[in-house]
């Protein structure tokens, strides 16, 4: 980006929290992520929504931002959108605003004003995961900046949660990735519980039975009772995303009638409405 807006990019005003800032990027970040959105600017919008947030989720970057504007990681001097108005109303560089000799210091990249004194820099992103990466732990590479991650994925980790890349950042910072789930056919998520939906015969809900799901760790044999009824949960503890204590699976039934598509079938149909009635 060209003299960016971050706070233009992220859809947040100048004075906007923390937590504001890091929901806009988490909504952000999920909706141009190139893995999930395939239109032709979603990679281009993904990295400039990165570049806002690791400036603005960083106090002492969005401080010398709000000051230099798009150059502030020192060099030349460019003020941001309204700063002049800012500069105005604040009477100009006092001892409020830092100084002069502060700002001075911001545009030789600070540290005494030597710019080859730099600080390990942190750098932000997020990476779309499956839920079996975290149910078995992984090892997966990840195209970032231009640059190919072999980022390890710990058991357990939810939505959310951030993975560290120790030493791949600017100047021998860490990378900080926050995570999110693709879409599973099988499987919704909440923190480390699973949810599934099991479709079950009439047949079946009626007279109980056993019915068959799946699981991350392999499919598993379900006791249904006599008389359920779509809307009915059971618990398989344990069978959630990994963790102390490990989280469970919960399955919905949804009781299904298949269609009807032979004579005897439209009997047996005819008939069970038959002995159900009056």
Do not use: C
Request: aromatic fraction near 8%; charged fraction near 25%.
């Amino acid at each position: 980006m060209e003299n960016p807006d971050y706070y233009k990019t992220l859809g947040i005003a100048r004075d906007a929290s923390a937590d504001d800032i890091k929901k806009a990027y988490r909504r952000l970040a999920r909706d141009y992520h190139p893995d999930r959105n395939k239109a032709a600017d979603a990679e281009r919008r993904f990295k400039e929504i990165n570049e806002a947030n690791e400036v603005l989720s960083d106090p002492e970057k969005r401080r010398r931002y709000d000051t230099l504007g798009a150059h502030w990681k020192g060099g030349g001097f460019s003020p941001p959108p309204g700063w002049d108005a800012a500069y105005r109303e604040g009477g100009g560089f006092g001892a409020g605003a830092g100084g002069f000799s502060d700002l001075f210091s911001n545009l030789m990249g600070g540290a005494g004003g030597n710019p080859r004194q730099r600080r390990p820099q942190h750098s932000r992103s997020s990476i779309v995961l499956s839920l079996e990466d975290s149910y078995t732990g992984a090892t997966r590479r990840f195209t970032l900046g231009g640059r190919a991650l072999d980022v390890r994925i710990p058991k357990g980790i939810t939505d959310g949660q951030t993975i560290r890349v120790p030493g791949q950042g600017n100047h021998g910072g860490d990378v900080l990735l926050e995570v999110g789930f693709a879409p599973h056919p099988q499987f919704t998520v909440d923190q480390k519980t699973i949810y599934h939906t099991a479709q079950i015969s009439p047949w079946l809900a009626a007279l109980g039975g056993t019915v068959t799901v799946p699981t991350l760790g392999g499919e598993v044999t379900l006791n249904v009772a006599p008389g359920s009824t779509s809307g009915n949960k059971l618990r398989l503890k344990g069978r959630g995303l990994p963790g102390l204590p490990a989280g469970d699976q919960i399955v919905t039934l949804a009781v299904h009638a298949p269609a009807a598509t032979s004579d005897a079938q439209r009997a047996a149909y005819e008939a069970l409405r038959d002995a159900f009635r009056g």
